[in-house]
């Protein structure tokens, strides 16, 4: 089995934090969004991974792609890098990987985690991950016939399809029909809203016939943009306390200093006269003093003081001294 990870962009809404890393590298619950994802998948499908390849921008560099075939290896895995240097599209990122794009693979955009538990249709051609919405309006959804076997993919429908929403997760029984049929999208030109989108590749197979069925995920998380990023952390911290996983170093250093799970505190943090939670990540080497924070997501060896933070992220290396609350604040930065 294979993990094809699209990741070229760089995450505009989630500005200033994706200014200096990609948006998948940012961490939630004190480990980072592709990094979650691609073990989130590997436990879901149950099989082993042989190669994980993720389609990056060439401007990551190369510590970003270090880290990546980090998390393929983690696995048991080969990792593999493949560039997208422009963003044409879902169907022409897919297509920048061609050259693993052969037997079982899943297809997963690294902007969204999960939480599910189903076995694979061995039956069907292919799986589309969806989550039942209350507004299928502004998604992508799927339309079932009787069989509950998919027929259509219908985007944000002005009139009610269903209110099951595409997730951005695919199966693939075999994926070199999906590259095959790209590839005709590539060569024909057959462009929507400006780029090749992986929904004309996917639609050629159902027109021959493949059979696509549902598969459907408890929970989808987004990482979108800042608000929406930290309610994810939160809703992580949430699941992994429930399901009894270790979030807080042994190391810390506290002088009246309460925490207030769920959090996930990191190697090297310092807490004085603090009271962390619920809902919060340190990152490592972080520093807080004379402060409250909850719901909110701190990246690594930032310097927090004199603060009452509620809905905030902080970036990497920040120095924040003040009194607001609700803030996103990127990397290198300082505020006293």
């Known amino acids: 089995m294979k993990i094809i990870v699209p990741m070229a962009g760089r995450g505009s809404r989630l500005r200033p934090h994706t200014l200096t890393i990609p948006k998948p590298l940012i961490p939630i619950a004190g480990k980072p969004i592709v990094h979650r994802l691609v073990e989130d998948i590997a436990g879901v499908i149950n099989q082993p991974i042989d190669e994980v390849a993720f389609i990056i921008h060439e401007s990551f560099g190369k510590k970003v792609e270090e880290d990546l075939i980090a998390i393929a290896q983690k696995l048991g895995a080969k990792g593999t890098i493949y560039y997208q240097n422009e963003a044409l599209g879902t169907g022409h990122a897919i297509m920048c990987a061609k050259d693993s794009l052969d037997g079982p693979a899943v297809i997963a955009y690294a902007d969204t985690l999960i939480r599910a538990d189903f076995d694979l249709d061995k039956t069907a051609d292919s799986v ?13 959804v799927i339309n079932l016939n009787e069989n509950n076997e998919i027929v259509e993919l219908v985007e944000k429908p002005k009139e009610f399809v269903s209110d099951l929403a595409v997730i951005g997760i695919y199966y693939f029984k075999e994926i070199s029909v999906l590259r095959n049929e790209l590839q005709a999208v590539l060569d024909n030109n057959i462009i929507h809203g400006g780029e090749y989108q992986i929904n004309d590749g996917i639609k050629q197979m159902m027109a021959k016939g493949m059979k696509f069925v549902p598969g459907k995920v408890d929970e989808w998380m987004d990482c979108g943009n800042k608000d929406v990023t930290v309610d994810t952390n939160s809703r992580m911290l949430g699941f992994l306390h429930n399901d009894g996983e270790h979030l807080i170093d042994y190391g810390v250093k506290q002088e009246n200093a309460t925490i207030i799970p769920p959090c996930y505190i990191g190697e090297d943090v310092v807490l004085i006269n603090a009271t962390i939670g619920p809902n919060v990540s340190l990152g490592r080497g972080t520093h807080v003093t004379d402060s409250t924070i909850k719901n909110s997501l701190i990246q690594t060896h930032a310097h ?8 905030a992220m902080i970036g990497n290396h920040v120095n924040f001294d003040g009194n607001f609350t609700s803030i996103s604040i990127g990397d290198y930065s300082t505020l006293e």
Not at 128 to 140: N, S, T
Not at 304 to 311: E, F, Q, S
């Open 128 to 140: 589309i991950w969806v989550k039942q919405v209350d507004k299928p309006e502004a998604f992508g």
């Open 304 to 311: 927090i003081k004199n603060a009452n933070l509620d809905n």
